[in-house]
């Protein structure tokens, strides 16, 4: 007997009869003798009907008021959600963060889990009780309702999971595990069995939207056993997030490749290359709002250097304009860059132990005859900016190369 | 400066537009220097949408899941309405009933306050907040959301302005106030600017819907000032609902008639006239959960008497039904009844300083061929039973009678 906490994300819970069967499997879990834990998000579409309510009301809605209005999305799915439990004869609670003491911080609109008395939780499933939980949702010192920001039902689940020391977080939702990459661009794409942390982190943050990032790194930091599933599917093993390398399974040298086409690159010429330059450059993007992804700096010729950057697509031409009066005043010599690109890695954790993932990468690329603009490099990743109209085929020849389309041995 | 109580309902909050109508009258209060809690129902249709979806999920939704959902309706619309204030820059803070503590019995669905800890909402005050705070909701002893079944917010209102010691209790409806008969009957009827608790009791019990009758019971109990305002108009005194017969003013005899067609009327005839008889009647009826009104007995002749009752017009096949073998029992000699049949009321405190009223309303109904079917009288009302077809004009009669249709000297 375990005890399993199950995340359920919106499109599982968006009708009264996807809700009957997320009981159904609920029901079975806890027939087979577990302590179940179900944490559920709002109903899709929910959450955006009461932003868009609020906004017709104020512009910018206020924070503090916004987080009451948001909350009662999963407040009505864990309502419902316990009634179809009870219909099937199963025990069940519903509670929301406040009732659980989901205890936060006071940011509205994206707060941060502080601490889960998980005294009550506990009462109940000792009394054979499912708890559900209400996702995303929290309350402060004061007593205030918070909400995580989007997609923190997952923390929710991976902080409970955490709290009660479960034995796993599964998160269910419309995909059937983590792929090697998007099964869209490489049909031989295929599901991994499991995935380290590390991994999953950059997976997940270069594109491959299967978990909250936020929710990955906490399950990381508190060793919770993380697991992807279908919601829509009876059986299947989804992938397991682990937190160490397992040295008995089958270890490929690269679990992945991710990519991404919401970035353009912007590279300064003919900087000095002098102490402070970097900063120089980087302090006035980043005190307007702009987020930088890649830095590449190479050596310099003749006291000069290139200095890249890749920052979001929609803040280009932002950072442009933020910059121009930059290169006058360290006298580099211009600016150019460019938002046709794409970033495409290669991830895993076996590559630490191998040398060559790079030199394989950049062979294979070059036979494509696809141009490499940028490299960046990890621990577990090798990164490439290229065109962006090269990126499917990139991702294809990337995939192959690494063997990723064959069954695991 | 007042401590006022103000409370709208659900068609009053039923759109964005209509909730920033409401805070722009709450911040002309407000503007007037007064400390101003606002208590809110869930927008118009939401509650029916909530139980609704709760019924798809579970044909008798369980009643602590149902109430978690409900509660949902009035948390949404504070938040909006606080959003609306702060947008007209008035500080505003919402609070769930589980927050300000508006502690209930842990009865769902049908809860009943029994204490409320003002101490956040007078902090709030004392800070230049308008409190808003969701109505028809609360919370149990061991923190589990409750509601307080249909109407519940005018509760939340009446409560919360007697915890507070509030000056007045201001309930926004889509009618501007308490008339001495339906309009839609009698064009010439008039609004009363005050009304006895009494008289209110025994209006809205009778049919002239305006307040929740447990929110007038409670508004007695603790002395505080109801008012009946409307929420679509912009000035208007509404009907002030007063806990004592007030000398000074213009004393009317008859406030008003109130009126029923939900009822149907039973009689047994030839009951053997014994203590102990109506009992044997009514102790079946209402072990079959069936709500008896009117009753009448007249004196008996020759041991025998006639008992006739009122019950709901729905259970009057199953009072029949119910009464059957209790006939042959009680060895009574028949029974018969009718479902068209309405109740027409004359309503006043002054009646009790007058004589004449009942012979008053009888001599007016005879001299329009109206019989009369039944009789009940009590302190402050004289109601009668007569064929429903009758009903309209027999309150047309009475409400010329008494002299509703003169304005107040």
């Known amino acids: 007997m375990a005890l399993i906490v199950q995340k359920y994300g919106g499109t599982s819970v968006g009708s009264a009869e996807r809700i009957k069967n997320v009981a159904r ?19 899709s579409g929910e959450t955006n009907r009461l932003i868009a309510l609020a906004k017709e009301v104020q512009g ?31 025990r069940a609670r519903s509670y929301t963060g406040g009732q659980v003491k989901i205890m936060t911080d006071s940011a509205f609109t994206k707060a941060r889990i502080v601490s889960i008395d998980e005294a009550r939780i506990r009462a109940d499933l000792a009394h054979g009780h499912v708890v559900v939980v209400a996702g995303f949702q929290g309350v402060d010192e004061a007593g ?50 499991t995935i380290t942390f590390e991994e999953m982190l950059e997976m997940a943050s270069l594109g491959s939207k299967v978990l909250q990032i936020r929710s990955v790194e906490f399950a990381g930091k508190y060793r919770v056993k993380l697991r992807v599933l279908s919601s829509f599917e009876e059986e299947g093993e989804g992938t397991l997030i682990t937190f160490e390398e397992d040295d008995k399974m089958e270890q490929a040298i690269i679990s992945g490749i991710a990519f991404n086409r919401d970035e353009a690159k912007i590279t300064i010429l003919g900087v000095p290359d002098r102490p402070g330059i970097a900063y120089q450059i980087l302090g006035p993007v980043g005190d307007a709002n702009i987020d930088v992804d890649m830095i590449v700096q190479n050596v310099g010729h003749d006291g000069l250097t290139d200095f890249s950057f890749t920052v979001h697509r929609n803040d280009y031409q932002k950072t442009l304009d933020t910059l121009k009066p ?33 030199s394989t990468m950049f062979r294979a690329l070059a036979e494509e005859g696809i141009n490499i603009e940028m490299i960046s490099t990890s621990e577990i990743k090798v990164s490439v900016v290229i065109d962006e109209k090269y990126m499917e085929l990139a991702v294809r020849v990337l995939h192959k190369v690494f063997g990723l389309d064959q069954p695991a041995a």
Not at 25 to 43: E, F, I, L, T
């Open 326 to 358: 930059v290169i006058a005043h360290i006298k580099a010599r211009g600016i150019h860059g460019g938002d046709k690109i794409a970033k495409v890695s290669a991830v895993g954790v076996g590559m630490r132990s191998h040398a060559g993932i790079a």
């Open 60 to 90: 910018t809605p206020d924070p503090r008021e916004l987080d009451v209005a948001l909350s009662t999305g999963e407040q009505v799915t864990i309502a419902l959600l316990s009634m179809a439990l009870i219909d099937l004869g199963v």
């Open 144 to 193: 205030n309702i918070t909400t995580l920001g989007r997609g923190g039902s997952d923390t929710t689940g991976v902080a409970l999971a955490a709290a009660l020391k479960a034995d796993e977080c599964q998160i269910y939702t419309d995909v059937d595990g983590v792929y090697t990459t998007d099964p869209r661009i490489v049909p031989e794409a295929r599901r991994l069995s």
């Open 25 to 43: 499997r609920v029901a079975r879990w806890k027939g087979k003798g577990h302590d179940v834990v179900v944490v559920v998000s709002a109903m």
